[in-house]
């Protein structure tokens, strides 16, 4: 859910009042932040089901506020896993939309619009999922209120469980900006691994213009998960974020 209009404005203003070297030097991301070609030690040697499942599914947002719509594409792609037949197509975001048929999450993933609350979020996921057939599926939620232990403990014990199975995945509701150093917002993107020795989570993140998949602590990810989207988001205004966790049942 990424808007640059304002801070387009913002450099605009900043380019006219100092030099062009004030600006220059910025890195890509945050200290927070390791993108996944400096580190793929992890990805080499453990099994990673997630992240190699949901990498042949990875997409873009296709557009601004469409965070929520690529994510969830993704998730049905990996619940439906390749297609048997030849004329039986993989998941569009453009199609997904189509046929949950929710004018409402149309509307609020539209170039422009105003993205999901969280709770809106975990409702289009279980739409999306009936709408596709999927079946035999619980959508578990963790949506931790504080920074203490015990909230860090429930986030690590959900990503290391869902690292452990190939049979479930994880979407985060976060604030972007708390991970990358940039933009201060809601967001919406999978987990694609959890390397638990060095309490690293990769994101693979929907915003694709701006960033490729990147690891982050996994205290830094409850840091976004607890930040709340700043007034200027409008109807987001207070919104803080959870893991989504989709569990599929066994498969026969």
Not at 56 to 83: D, E, I
Not at 216 to 241: C, I, M, N, W
Request: aromatic share 8%; charged share 20%; hydrophobic share 45%.
């Amino acid at each position: 859910m990424r808007h640059r209009m304002l801070p387009l404005v913002i450099l605009l203003l900043a380019f006219a009042a100092a030099p062009a070297v004030a600006l220059q030097g910025k890195p890509k991301l945050g200290p927070d932040a390791v993108p996944i070609t400096a580190r793929s030690d992890y990805l080499r040697a453990a099994p990673a089901p997630d992240y190699w499942k949901l990498s042949a599914f990875y997409v873009p947002q296709f557009t601004t506020s469409a965070c929520s719509v690529a994510s969830v594409a993704m998730a049905v792609n990996f619940a439906r896993g390749l297609p048997a037949a030849a004329e039986a197509p993989i998941v569009t975001q453009t199609a997904l939309l189509e046929e949950v048929g929710d004018e409402a999450w149309a509307d609020k993933g539209a170039e422009g619009g105003d993205g999901v609350t969280f709770e809106e979020f975990v409702g289009v996921v279980d739409e999306s999922l009936r709408s596709y057939g999927v079946e035999d599926y619980t959508i578990e939620v963790v949506r931790p209120r504080d920074d203490d232990a015990s909230s860090l403990a429930e986030v690590r014990a959900a990503l290391a469980a869902n690292e452990a199975s190939e049979r479930d995945l994880i979407l985060i509701y976060f604030n972007q900006g708390v991970l990358t150093g940039d933009w201060d917002g809601p967001h919406i993107s999978p987990i694609g691994a959890y390397d638990q020795g060095a309490r690293r989570v990769l994101i693979m993140d929907v915003d694709r213009e701006w960033y490729v998949p990147y690891w982050s602590p996994d205290e830094k990810l409850l840091d976004a998960l607890l930040k709340p989207a700043p007034a200027a988001h409008g109807p987001l205004a207070g919104e803080t974020g959870g893991l989504v966790w989709i569990k599929l049942a066994a498969a026969p």
